[in-house]
């Protein structure tokens, strides 16, 4: 059973809009919430983070929307750019395990058109 | 340069050979992860460490070993007993507690014929 869902396998948006890329998640005990920004045949890297004490965290272009009542969070960039077109995937951990371990969702492949 | 290093890139196999998979990193983290990743699935946990000499068995540890007698290196074996060892395997590392972003290596992409 699917922990972490990402509903939206692909999004095309264009240049200089904005990308809202959404996860949904079934875990009441998740705490924590990560977004990991991946190309080909590479390693993902850590975009933007946000605790569950918060309702939003904004790092440049990048902002991370909570909403635990509906169990959702969400990503905005803007303005999009070419460069951020890679599969996005959302992260959760439970900081009552102990052991932070993540679970990541399917990932969002995120296209921005020039 | 501070990082989490992983080789090789490419690695081809024979069906029924065991593999051993190379993770190395120098950002003095405690914690260190194997994932693997299949076309469409999200990243899957296989094995995890936290401290030298110790590690768990992560939701698909079915068919793979692990090590960690140093706490730069935590090297993947892969069994005959994978059925379906074919993917693309990363490796990340975490610091102490209290930090919950895991950094990754470039993985490295396994194919079994």
């Known amino acids: 059973d699917q922990q972490v869902k990402q509903n939206s396998p692909s999004l095309s948006v264009q240049e200089g809009r904005i990308s809202i890329l959404n996860c949904d998640y079934t875990?009441?005990?998740?705490?924590?919430f990560l977004w990991y920004k991946k190309y080909p045949a590479e390693g993902p890297t850590f975009l933007i983070s946000?605790?569950?004490?918060?309702d939003k965290n904004e790092d440049g272009r990048f902002t991370v929307f909570l909403n635990k009542s509906a169990k959702h969070l969400s990503l905005h960039i803007v303005p999009s750019q070419p460069g951020d077109s890679a599969v996005y995937f959302c992260?959760?951990?439970?900081?009552?395990?102990?052991?932070?371990?993540?679970?990541f969702g399917k990932g969002t492949k995120l296209s921005v058109i020039p | 340069d501070g990082g989490i290093t992983q080789s090789p890139k490419y690695l081809f196999r024979k069906e029924g050979q065991n593999v051993t998979l190379s993770c190395e990193q120098n950002?003095?983290?405690?914690?260190m992860y194997w994932y693997r990743q299949d076309p469409g699935q999200g990243l899957r946990l296989i094995y995890y460490?936290?401290?030298?000499?110790?590690?768990q068995k992560g939701d698909i540890a079915e068919g793979y070993s692990v090590s960690r007698e140093k706490k730069e290196s935590f090297p993947l074996t892969v069994t005959s007993a994978q059925k379906n060892p074919t993917a693309f395997y990363l490796c990340?590392?975490?610091?102490?507690?209290?930090?919950?972003?895991?950094?990754f290596g470039p993985g490295t992409r396994l194919t079994v014929t």
């Open positions: 990340a590392s975490r610091m102490t507690s209290g930090f919950y972003e895991q950094y």
């Open positions: 875990n009441s005990m998740f705490d924590y």
């Open positions: 946000i605790s569950s004490i918060k």
């Open positions: 992260a959760a951990s439970a900081s009552g395990a102990g052991s932070y371990q993540l679970t």
């Open positions: 950002l003095n983290h405690d914690a």
């Open positions: 460490s936290q401290i030298v000499n110790d590690f």
